[in-house]
């Protein structure tokens, strides 16, 4: 995955009447049948009027947050900690298949 792709599908923007929010995606039993998907804010809110280019770079700062994303040993790609299995391997590299249902 790219870090593009990562940032895509582990990190969303929630706005509010406060202002934007960066969160990233919290996995718990991520082996099992349905996995439980919540979402916790990373950083500072963002105005309200923040603009696009800046939101991208929160989004991306956001993947070096250790409390929300950790590296892969083996592809050195970034996941959520819960997707980083026995070894500090991710869940892609052990060919383990997340079902992160919408
Ligand atoms: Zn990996």
Known sequence: MTEAQIVE????????????????????NPQSNSPEITWKGVGRMLPVRALPENVEI???AALKDRRFFKQCTHCGEVRPPSLIL??????DCMGMDVRLAA
């Open 9 to 28: 599908k582990y990190t969303r923007v929630l706005k509010t009447s406060l202002g934007l929010w960066i969160q990233a995606m919290v996995i718990k």
């Open 58 to 60: 929160a989004r991306y």
């Open 86 to 91: 026995t070894g500090e391997v991710c869940a």
